[in-house]
C-alpha cells in the first residue's frame, strides 16, 4: 500500500511537469517500464532513485522532499506482522497491510465476531477450530497477532471500524459461557469507542441480500486510490477493486444497514444477551 501511494504521488509530479515515462526512465537509468512499475506500486524503490526523480520533477521544497523519502524508506520496511509470517498465509499479510493503511472498513460478518473486535480467549477459541492438534505455543503466537491487529484502532487517526454482525454470530456459544459472556463485554465497551460503529442484524429480520458470505470494505485516506472488497476462503482470499464490483458489494451493505437494527440500539441489545447467555 505504501509503494502504491509514493508511486500515485510520483505520477502526479511526473504527469505536472510533463515528463513522459522515457525520459524519466533515462534519468534513474531504467526503462519506461519500470517508471510503469514503480508508479503502480509493483516494485520495490531505491532512495536514490525516488531523490533523482523528485529533482527531475522539480520538487525543491526540503520538507516535501523529505516526507516522500521517509515514504520510500516506510515502503521497503516490512510491516509489524512480518515477525508472524510463520503463521499467517501471504494473501492474508496482504490484507493486514491495507487494514493499516485504511480510513474507514466496514464488515459484514455471519460467522464470528470480527478479529478486530474479538476477545483473546474467543480468538483462541476460533483458531483452535480451525487448527486442531497444533502446537500450544503456535496457538498463542496466532492469538497474539490478532491482539496486536487490533491496535489500529487505539491509535492517533486510526481507521474507523463500522462492522454489522449477524445475531446468530452471537448465539453460537464459541468456547463456553464464560468466554462468550467476556466477549460481549468486550463488543459493548467497543461500541462505545468513538471510531467503532456497530449494528446487529435480529433473528427476526426475514432475510438479507449478503446472507450467504462475509466480506469486508476498506476504503483510503487517499482520493485516488480505489475501495478494495476483502473476501476470505477457506486456502485463499478475492481482492476486488474495480469499480463495479465495488460498488455491488457497497449496494449490498447499504441494504444489510438498514435491515440491522440502529448503532444507538446496540448496547440494549448487547447487555440484553449478556443476561441470556448460558441459556440460548
Known sequence: MLRILLGTQLRRLREAKAITREDAGWEIRASASKISRMELGRVSFKERDVSDLLSLYGVSDGNEREALLVLARQANTGGWWQQFSDVMPGWFQSYLGLEAAARLIRVYEI????????????????????????????????????????QILHRPGGPHLWAVIDEAVLRRPIGGVDVMKDQIEF????????????????????????????????????????????????????????????????????????????AEHTREILEKMLHEVGRF
Open 111 to 150: 460467522q464470528f465476531v470480527p478479529g478486530l473486535l474479538q476477545t483473546p480467549d474467543y480468538a483462541r477459541s476460533i483458531i483452535m477450530l480451525g487448527h486442531a492438534g497444533v502446537m500450544p505455543d503456535e496457538i498463542d503466537k496466532r492469538v497474539e497477532l490478532r491482539r496486536q491487529r487490533q
Open 187 to 262: 463488543l459493548i465497551q467497543a461500541s462505545e469507542m468513538p471510531n467503532v460503529r456497530l449494528q446487529i442484524i435480529p433473528f427476526y429480520d426475514s432475510g438479507h441480500s449478503a446472507a450467504s458470505s462475509s466480506f469486508a470494505i476498506l476504503r483510503f485516506p487517499e482520493p485516488e486510490l480505489p475501495d478494495v472488497v476483502y473476501l476470505e476462503q477457506l486456502t485463499s482470499a478475492i481482492y476486488l477493486d474495480q469499480r463495479k464490483d465495488v460498488e455491488q458489494y457497497a449496494r449490498v451493505l447499504e441494504r444489510v444497514c438498514l435491515k440491522a437494527e440502529p
